[in-house]
């Protein structure tokens, strides 16, 4: 048996899922399509559907979760406080020991990992967890009897662990779920499939052939990545080790020469570690790199809280114009400053500078992320439709030839994101 590459490994709807705060404007909160008429609940004002339909399959949760909403108004809880107030209505209703219909069926809520023990010894979740209980204890009210304080540890902890972060075609964050077959599946940094999203249903397709394997054997011979590979190994270990509780020794986490290309300096002289002027350009390295953090924190800061594509593109031209001279262009730090740059010069519709700020990355992006990476592949893709824009089509055509395999492995040729490409692509054609 087995999976081709590009083969759908399995399809998942979530067993309970949160559209983030900034998109209930634009999608819908049950199937997070974005649409361009969507009606607010009558009873909440919190929630938003696209229709009758989409209202009536999550009326079984959320006619709970309305009345508790309705406690609180006019303030509205956080996003992963509305996603825990659904697991456990969930739980209350007895759906923590059945399956999901549109699911595999290898898990039920029940049987996921909780970490409760590692969690009572972690003081900086311990504290998310007794705010998280507070505001629990403020909506329920009288509406949805809260299990004990052990329960409500073992939901939260299967929700920390267990949470799948739903992303649209573009890779942007849209909201949160639990998916209980695909939970099963463990990390390698080098994995050997991706999960994408289409709308909130999950698909997990394989980017390699993964012979002899079969649902029943899925855990042993299916792997993904939980973390950014775009980062250095102990940035990655660290993030696994804070957020799940174990410490990966894959084959990427063990080749030391991406971590070298990662952190690279354009170092004056190699040949010799000890000389002086190679210890004065480590230095240097090591405060470009602290220039380039200090930055991203502060434009993702920025993002969080505002829309100004200029001050985020001046913050960045600022940190390129003093780095780029001491750092490697494969340097992760550098890539993540040009990479907010590339979209803040898209936000302010300064397509030449956005293309330069892209085209720069996709080296790198190709030297350090696996071949069928969706993030290099949605790289080339914005890098092809800028160059059709600004009218350099032999170029276009080269870079949206390059994604077309990508694509059709991480997304399916039967994804809107392909029908997408297609669509260029023949823009292209027509206009040579």
């Given at each position: 048996?087995g999976?081709?590459?590009?083969?759908?490994?399995?399809?998942?709807?979530p067993?309970a899922?949160?559209?983030?705060?900034k998109y209930?404007?634009?999608?819908?909160s049950?199937c997070?399509q974005r649409?361009?008429?969507i009606?607010?609940c009558?009873g909440c004002s919190?929630?938003?559907?696209?229709?009758?339909?989409?209202?009536?399959?999550?009326?079984s949760?959320?006619k709970?979760?309305?009345?508790?909403l309705q406690?609180?108004?006019p303030?509205?809880?956080?996003?992963s406080?509305?996603l825990l107030?659904?697991l456990?209505?969930?739980y209350?209703?007895?759906?923590h020991?059945?399956?999901?219909d549109t699911?595999?069926?290898l898990?039920?809520?029940?049987?996921l990992?909780s970490?409760?023990?590692?969690?009572k010894k972690d003081?900086v979740r311990?504290d998310?967890?007794?705010q998280?209980?507070?505001?629990?204890?403020?909506?329920?009210?009288?509406h949805l009897?809260?299990?004990?304080t052990?329960?409500?540890?073992d939901i939260?902890?299967?929700?920390?662990?267990?949470?799948?972060?739903?992303a649209d075609?573009?890779?942007?964050d849209i909201?949160s779920?639990?998916?209980?077959s695909?939970a099963?599946?463990?990390?390698?940094?080098t994995?050997?499939?991706?999960v994408?999203f289409?709308?909130?249903?999950?698909?997990v397709?394989?980017v390699?052939?993964?012979p002899g394997?079969d649902l029943?054997?899925?855990?042993?011979?299916?792997?993904?990545?939980?973390?950014?590979?775009?980062?250095?190994s102990?940035e990655?270990?660290?993030?696994?080790?804070q957020?799940y509780y174990f410490?990966c020794q894959?084959?990427?986490?063990?080749?030391?020469?991406?971590?070298?290309?990662?952190?690279?300096?354009?170092?004056?002289?190699q040949?010799?570690?000890d000389?002086?002027e190679k210890?004065?350009?480590?230095?240097?390295?090591?405060a470009?790199i602290k220039?380039?953090?200090?930055?991203t924190?502060?434009?993702?800061r920025?993002?969080?809280?505002s829309d100004?594509?200029?001050?985020?593109?001046?913050?960045?031209?600022?940190?390129l114009?003093?780095?780029r001279?001491r750092?490697s262009?494969?340097?992760?730090?550098?890539?993540r400053?040009?990479d907010r740059?590339?979209?803040?010069a898209?936000?302010?519709?300064?397509w030449?500078?956005?293309?330069?700020?892209?085209?720069?990355t996709?080296?790198?992006?190709?030297?350090?992320?696996?071949?069928?990476?969706p993030?290099?592949?949605?790289q080339?893709?914005?890098v092809?439709?800028?160059l059709?824009w600004?009218?350099?089509l032999?170029?276009?055509f080269?870079?949206?030839?390059?994604?077309?395999?990508?694509i059709?492995v991480?997304y399916g040729?039967?994804?809107?994101?392909?029908?997408?490409?297609?669509?260029l692509q023949?823009?292209v054609t027509?206009?040579q």
């Amino acid at each position: 048996m087995g999976w081709k590459r590009g083969d759908v490994i399995m399809k998942s709807e979530p067993y309970a899922h949160v559209l983030a705060h900034k998109y209930r404007l634009e999608r819908c909160s049950y199937c997070m399509q974005r649409q361009a008429t969507i009606k607010k609940c009558s009873g909440c004002s919190v929630l938003r559907y696209c229709g009758r339909d989409c209202q009536r399959q999550d009326w079984s949760v959320h006619k709970v979760e309305c009345r508790c909403l309705q406690q609180v108004t006019p303030n509205t809880p956080t996003d992963s406080v509305l996603l825990l107030l659904r697991l456990v209505i969930k739980y209350v209703q007895g759906n923590h020991i059945k399956t999901v219909d549109t699911d595999p069926g290898l898990r039920t809520f029940e049987e996921l990992m909780s970490h409760s023990e590692e969690i009572k010894k972690d003081a900086v979740r311990c504290d998310i967890f007794s705010q998280m209980c507070f505001t629990l204890s403020k909506l329920s009210g009288t509406h949805l009897p809260l299990p004990d304080t052990s329960k409500l540890l073992d939901i939260f902890g299967k929700m920390v662990i267990n949470t799948f972060t739903i992303a649209d075609q573009e890779l942007q964050d849209i909201g949160s779920g639990i998916y209980l077959s695909p939970a099963c599946l463990d990390h390698r940094c080098t994995a050997n499939a991706v999960v994408t999203f289409r709308g909130k249903t999950l698909f997990v397709r394989a980017v390699e052939d993964i012979p002899g394997a079969d649902l029943s054997t899925v855990q042993e011979s299916v792997f993904l990545t939980y973390v950014d590979q775009l980062a250095p190994s102990w940035e990655r270990q660290e993030q696994l080790r804070q957020q799940y509780y174990f410490v990966c020794q894959c084959d990427r986490c063990q080749d030391s020469s991406l971590d070298k290309a990662m952190t690279a300096g354009n170092s004056a002289d190699q040949s010799d570690p000890d000389c002086q002027e190679k210890a004065d350009d480590d230095v240097a390295v090591a405060a470009a790199i602290k220039t380039c953090q200090t930055v991203t924190d502060k434009v993702d800061r920025l993002k969080k809280t505002s829309d100004s594509s200029d001050e985020v593109l001046a913050l960045c031209r600022d940190c390129l114009s003093k780095v780029r001279p001491r750092l490697s262009p494969s340097n992760v730090h550098l890539l993540r400053v040009l990479d907010r740059g590339f979209d803040a010069a898209i936000g302010c519709s300064l397509w030449e500078e956005a293309l330069d700020y892209g085209l720069q990355t996709l080296q790198p992006y190709r030297h350090l992320l696996p071949p069928f990476s969706p993030s290099r592949g949605l790289q080339l893709l914005r890098v092809g439709k800028l160059l059709l824009w600004l009218d350099r089509l032999p170029e276009a055509f080269a870079h949206l030839a390059q994604v077309e395999q990508i694509i059709a492995v991480t997304y399916g040729t039967d994804s809107e994101l392909f029908t997408q490409l297609r669509e260029l692509q023949a823009q292209v054609t027509h206009g040579q």
